[in-house]
């Protein structure tokens, strides 16, 4: 029955997640090739240029021994070392002496590797010299003051030596010769887009390196933070890097320039694995990293020219994959569970992408080509992104830890308070409840004596027996002097109630003659401060039944009271009250049945008292007199068992 | 124990006996009267009045509650007309504040109202001779008022500041029923000084009209009785 049910809902729960899963996956590719078409877009916009009628196209080419005519942009295949120039593009300007007082420049917009720019044959420029300029990652702009004293009335000669050391081919753009303040504009820009903004990002992507740095140090169960630091710091060294004509001078310099690409893209990987799957895969989690290392491996020991062209064949289809594989396990992720971090950083990844795809294309002159690379600038806003989201999800975190210790404090002092309501609730009840047994007690205890007491007085009268009623009368007062004393607090000193007890007893004995010897060790009692009123009762009144017992039936003379601390087996010092007499001694010695019958129960009373007090009465009964000792407790109880 | 021998014979002594209740009354009487005491009774506070204009007594013995008064204001009367009487009072059960208020204005001793017609006797005897009879429960009600309380204990405003440290100890040794012998033994000092001891305490409580602000206060705490 139950199987039967709840299978259809398994299967039908997992088509459903399916079908989510599915509508998820198209959704998630729909927006991906939206922003790539975006991304697309964006890259093919024109940049700003001078005006057109400042264009120098035509040049003639000298490369080696041949000569020839060319229209810019020119690609040049062959490659040379840096020293030597490629190639010589001779061409002509017209410059009229009108101009005179205007400053002229040549802007070179876009150039691989490097040129030296000669105007009527004095080199006004030499690039190799910008380190800037000579990376060939990024479309350094070049523009050069012409002296005045160069230029002459008519066509002028402008010759552009171009450089060439790879990994890419030559190229030089169409250049522009003619007022400095036409042609700086679109320089700027140029040199804004190209050069500025990529240093802007890598002191950003520092910065992040060493926050996310720290959060790893302090959470070293996050790798994740650990390898986006370490991506954003390679990332950051490498902008700052520059690169030497004669690289191999700086071998180390080299191979961390050439090999950083791929290690970088590696690192990415590394923290996205991390990040969305939480697990990383041993082996191939090291297979990442081998093409940087093994890029810089040759970087370090190979010739320039093969370092060059295994950057080409290694690093970056390296790269390639690397943000291919991010790109599938964001998606993958962002299919299982959507969260905002994950949508972000799978859009980044597809605009690198498609600009790394436009750059690879660009070089391969598949479409055309400008010699503009935008996947290192699309990555580094890709990181920083990353890390400015990361920081803002710690620091999210940590408000909500706040807000949790906030809450909690919060729910603490409700907790705090309902309890001390609870307590005092409890306490209340605990008192009244106390009130409740300390008046059942002195009901009980007002009832037992005086209560019977003056019905024997009633009981007496009514038969006009007047001898008795004296007695009982004197009994009913000294119980009710009892119950009264009782009442006070005496601070758990039992001394403070057997004083006053004394001066009952030796009020009650003078008219018998009988000798009171009162005998108490200094100090006497230990204190108990658990000493209730309802204790003192008992006791006293067990003091009372001894007492009366050697008045009435033991027809003693003489009675000592002894009240001393002893040491109980464990040392613990104990009190202890003994009342002896010089009688006949009780029970078995009375003869008469009434009378045995009377003290017996006298003596059950006493060792029920004594019990409900935790007290122990030990009563030895001669000829020669009796003694009734009662051994306090160590500690009186608290509650009256016997008392229900 | 015994009347020293130089004391009055006891039909040389004079008691004014103030009580409303007639069986009280003449239990008392019986008692002093068998006893071969001067007793002169009266029930009202009117009366008492009365019997003093003619004749100041040599022991007043005082119930308090009276129907036209009450018993402290004979006591203070008696106090001013006549500093050398001796002033009792009589005393129900379990009412150690009674007594003590009585002492603040002047009384040295008290007799209990179910004390055996004897013991009546012998405590007016003793009171003569200048012995102030004292029980553990007055002596404990007093010490409990030389102990510092974060609140005072209920009862008549008492102020022990003027007892010395061994009259306190005697009270204590009083209070805990250790007998005079005992206390003496134990605070190293004469047997015999032990009941001149509780006589000056019973002085020193005693309230003097310095100001009429605390004997206001101290008749305010005792017509609240």
């Given at each position: 029955?139950?199987?039967?049910?709840s299978?259809?809902?398994?299967?039908?729960?997992?088509?459903?997640?399916?079908?989510?899963?599915?509508?998820?996956?198209v959704?998630?590719?729909?927006?991906?090739?939206?922003?790539?078409?975006?991304?697309i877009?964006?890259?093919?916009?024109?940049?700003?240029?001078?005006?057109?009628?400042?264009?120098?196209?035509?040049?003639?080419?000298?490369?080696?021994?041949?000569?020839?005519?060319?229209?810019?942009?020119?690609?040049?295949?062959?490659?040379?070392?840096?020293?030597?120039?490629?190639?010589?593009?001779?061409?002509?300007?017209?410059?009229?002496?009108?101009?005179?007082?205007?400053?002229?420049?040549?802007?070179?917009?876009?150039?691989?590797?490097?040129?030296?720019?000669?105007?009527?044959?004095?080199?006004?420029l030499?690039?190799?010299?910008?380190?800037?300029?000579?990376?060939?990652?990024?479309?350094?702009?070049?523009?050069?003051?012409?002296?005045?004293?160069?230029?002459?009335?008519?066509?002028?000669?402008?010759?552009?030596?171009?450089?060439?050391?790879?990994?890419?081919?030559?190229?030089?753009?169409?250049?522009?010769?003619?007022?400095?303040?036409?042609?700086?504009?679109?320089?700027?820009?140029?040199?804004?887009?190209?050069?500025?903004?990529?240093?802007?990002?890598?002191?950003?992507?520092?910065?992040?390196?060493?926050?996310?740095?720290?959060?790893?140090?302090?959470?070293?169960?996050e790798?994740?933070?650990?390898?986006?630091?370490?991506?954003?710091?390679?990332?950051?060294?490498?902008?700052?890097?520059?690169?030497?004509?004669?690289?191999?001078?700086?071998?180390?310099?080299?191979?961390?320039?050439?090999?950083?690409?791929?290690?970088?893209?590696g690192?990415?990987?590394?923290?996205?694995?991390?990040?969305?799957?939480?697990?990383?895969?041993?082996?191939?989690?090291?297979?990442?990293?081998?093409?940087?290392?093994?890029l810089?491996?040759?970087?370090?020991f190979?010739?320039?020219?093969?370092?060059?062209?295994?950057?080409?064949?290694?690093?970056?289809?390296?790269?390639?994959v690397?943000?291919a594989?991010?790109?599938?396990?964001?998606?993958?992720s962002?299919?299982?569970?959507?969260?905002?971090?994950?949508?972000?950083?799978?859009?980044?990844?597809?605009?690198?992408?498609?600009?790394?795809v436009?750059?690879?294309l660009?070089v391969?002159?598949?479409?055309?080509?400008?010699?503009?690379?935008?996947?290192?600038?699309?990555?580094?806003?890709?990181?920083?992104?990353?890390?400015?989201?990361?920081?803002?999800?710690?620091?999210?975190?940590?408000?909500?830890v706040?807000g949790?210790?906030?809450?909690?404090?919060?729910?603490?002092?409700?907790?705090?308070?309902?309890?001390?309501?609870?307590?005092?609730?409890?306490?209340?009840?605990e008192?009244?409840?106390?009130?409740?047994?300390?008046?059942?007690?002195?009901m009980?205890?007002?009832?037992?004596?005086?209560?019977?007491?003056?019905?024997?007085?009633?009981?007496?009268?009514?038969?006009?027996?007047?001898?008795?009623i004296?007695?009982?009368?004197?009994?009913?007062?000294?119980?009710?002097?009892?119950?009264?004393?009782?009442?006070?607090?005496?601070?758990?000193?039992?001394?403070?109630?057997?004083?006053?007890?004394?001066?009952?007893?030796?009020?009650q004995?003078?008219?018998?003659?009988?000798?009171?010897?009162w005998?108490?060790?200094?100090?006497?009692?230990?204190?108990?401060?658990?000493?209730?009123?309802?204790?003192?009762?008992?006791?006293?009144?067990?003091l009372?039944?001894?007492?009366?017992?050697?008045?009435?039936?033991?027809?003693?003379?003489?009675?000592?009271?002894?009240?001393?601390?002893?040491?109980?087996?464990?040392g613990?010092?104990?009190?202890?009250?003994?009342?002896?007499?010089?009688?006949?001694?009780?029970?078995?010695?009375?003869?008469?049945?009434?009378?045995?019958?009377?003290?017996?129960?006298?003596?059950?009373?006493?060792?029920?008292?004594?019990?409900?007090?935790?007290?122990?009465?030990?009563?030895?009964?001669?000829?020669?007199?009796?003694?009734?000792?009662?051994?306090?407790?160590?500690?009186?109880?608290?509650?009256?068992?016997a008392?229900? | 124990m015994?009347?020293?021998?130089?004391?009055?014979?006891?039909?040389?002594?004079?008691?004014?006996?103030?009580?409303?209740d007639p069986?009280?009354?003449?239990?008392?009487?019986?008692a002093?009267?068998?006893?071969?005491?001067?007793?002169?009774?009266?029930?009202?506070?009117?009366?008492?009045?009365?019997?003093?204009?003619?004749?100041?007594?040599?022991?007043?013995l005082?119930?308090?509650?009276?129907?036209?008064?009450?018993?402290?204001?004979l006591?203070?009367?008696?106090?001013?007309?006549?500093?050398d009487?001796?002033?009792?009072?009589?005393?129900?059960?379990?009412?150690?504040?009674t007594v003590?208020?009585?002492i603040?204005?002047?009384?040295?001793?008290?007799?209990?109202?179910?004390?055996?017609?004897t013991?009546?006797?012998?405590?007016?005897?003793?009171?003569?001779a200048?012995h102030s009879?004292?029980?553990?429960?007055?002596?404990?009600?007093?010490?409990?008022?030389?102990?510092?309380?974060?609140?005072?204990p209920?009862?008549?405003?008492?102020?022990?500041?003027?007892?010395?440290?061994?009259?306190?100890?005697?009270?204590?040794?009083?209070?805990?029923?250790?007998?005079?012998?005992?206390?003496?033994?134990?605070?190293?000092?004469?047997?015999?000084?032990?009941p001149?001891?509780?006589?000056?305490?019973?002085?020193?409580?005693?309230?003097?009209?310095?100001?009429?602000?605390?004997?206001?206060?101290?008749?305010?705490?005792?017509?609240?009785?």
């Open positions: 029955m139950t199987d039967e049910a299978k259809p809902a398994a299967t039908g729960g997992l088509a459903l997640r399916s079908r989510k899963g599915a509508s998820r996956l959704q998630y590719v729909l927006l991906q090739a939206v922003i790539a078409a975006l991304c877009v964006v890259l093919r916009l024109p940049l700003p240029e001078p005006p057109a009628q400042y264009r120098v196209v035509d040049f003639t080419l000298s490369d080696r021994d041949t000569t020839r005519t060319v229209a810019l942009p020119d690609f040049l295949d062959t490659q040379f070392s840096v020293d030597e120039p490629a190639a010589s593009y001779a061409g002509h300007f017209i410059w009229s002496t009108r101009e005179a007082g205007r400053a002229w420049s040549v802007y070179l917009p876009r150039f691989t590797n490097g040129v030296a720019v000669l105007v009527n044959g004095v080199e006004i030499d690039s190799r010299r910008d380190p800037d300029a000579n990376r060939p990652d990024r479309a350094t702009p070049e523009i050069a003051l012409i002296p005045a004293s160069l230029l002459h009335d008519g066509s002028n000669d402008l010759v552009i030596r171009l450089y060439v050391w790879g990994p890419i081919s030559g190229y030089l753009a169409p250049l522009f010769v003619g007022p400095d303040d036409a042609l700086r504009p679109a320089c700027e820009t140029r040199t804004l887009i190209f050069v500025t903004l990529p240093m802007v990002f890598a002191a950003w992507r520092g910065i992040l390196a060493v926050i996310l740095a720290i959060m790893w140090a302090m959470r070293r169960h790798p994740a933070y650990g390898a986006l630091a370490a991506a954003m710091a390679l990332g950051a060294s490498q902008a700052f890097l520059q690169t030497t004509v004669d690289d191999p001078r700086h071998p180390h310099l080299n191979a961390a320039l050439i090999a950083s690409g791929p290690l970088e893209s690192f990415v990987l590394a923290f996205g694995i991390l990040f969305f799957t939480r697990r990383w895969p041993r082996v191939l989690g090291a297979l990442i990293f081998v093409p940087g290392m093994l810089a491996l040759i970087a370090l190979g010739t320039p020219q093969a370092v060059r062209e295994y950057s080409v064949i290694l690093g970056l289809p390296a790269v390639g690397h943000l594989l991010l790109a599938l396990i964001v998606a993958w962002e299919i299982r569970r959507q969260d905002v971090p994950g949508l972000l950083l799978g859009c980044a990844v597809t605009i690198v992408l498609t600009s790394f436009h750059d690879i660009s391969a002159q598949i479409i055309p080509d400008h010699r503009l690379f935008f996947t290192r600038l699309s990555y580094s806003a890709m990181l920083v992104a990353i890390g400015a989201g990361l920081t803002w999800r710690f620091a999210r975190a940590l408000n909500r706040d949790f210790a906030a809450h909690l404090a919060i729910r603490l002092r409700e907790a705090e308070e309902k309890l001390k309501a609870s307590f005092a609730r409890e306490q209340e009840r008192r009244t409840a106390a009130l409740a047994r300390e008046r059942t007690r002195l009980r205890d007002l009832h037992d004596g005086l209560g019977g007491q003056l019905v024997s007085i009633v009981a007496l009268s009514e038969r006009g027996e007047a001898g008795g004296g007695e009982a009368a004197r009994a009913a007062l000294k119980d009710l002097r009892l119950v009264i004393d009782s009442m006070d607090d005496i601070g758990g000193d039992l001394m403070l109630a057997l004083g006053s007890w004394r001066d009952r007893v030796a009020a004995l003078r008219p018998h003659n009988i000798a009171l010897d005998h108490a060790v200094p100090p006497g009692l230990p204190v108990y401060p658990e000493l209730r009123p309802w204790h003192v009762i008992q006791i006293v009144r067990i009372d039944e001894a007492v009366t017992n050697a008045v009435k039936h033991a027809g003693a003379k003489r009675i000592a009271v002894s009240i001393e601390t002893l040491k109980d087996d464990t613990e010092p104990r009190g202890a009250i003994t009342i002896t007499d010089d009688g006949k001694g009780i029970a078995p010695a009375d003869d008469a049945a009434d009378g045995r019958r009377k003290t017996g129960r006298g003596l059950a009373n006493m060792q029920n008292r004594a019990a409900r007090c935790g007290a122990a009465l030990d009563l030895i009964s001669g000829s020669d007199g009796t003694r009734v000792r009662l051994k306090l407790p160590r500690r009186f109880p608290d509650g009256d068992a008392a229900g | 015994t009347p020293s021998s130089d004391a009055p014979a006891d039909r040389d002594i004079t008691i004014l006996l103030v009580e409303d069986p009280t009354l003449w239990r008392l009487n019986d002093l009267v068998g006893a071969g005491f001067d007793v002169v009774a009266a029930a009202t506070l009117g009366e008492a009045r009365a019997s003093l204009e003619t004749r100041a007594p040599r022991v007043l005082t119930d308090l509650q009276l129907p036209d008064g009450h018993g402290i204001e006591i203070r009367e008696m106090r001013r007309r006549s500093p009487t001796e002033i009792m009072v009589i005393s129900a059960l379990g009412d150690e504040e003590v208020s009585a603040t204005v002047g009384a040295t001793g008290y007799i209990l109202k179910d004390a055996f017609p013991d009546i006797a012998a405590t007016v005897r003793e009171l003569v200048g009879p004292i029980s553990a429960s007055i002596a404990r009600f007093i010490v409990r008022r030389t102990q510092a309380h974060a609140e005072p209920p009862g008549p405003e008492l102020n022990t500041a003027k007892l010395t440290p061994r009259e306190i100890d005697i009270l204590w040794g009083i209070a805990k029923g250790f007998s005079y012998a005992e206390i003496a033994d134990n605070l190293g000092m004469s047997r015999q000084t032990v001149g001891h509780i006589k000056s305490i019973y002085r020193k409580l005693e309230v003097h009209t310095r100001g009429e602000a605390v004997f206001e206060a101290v008749q305010q705490g005792l017509i609240r009785l």
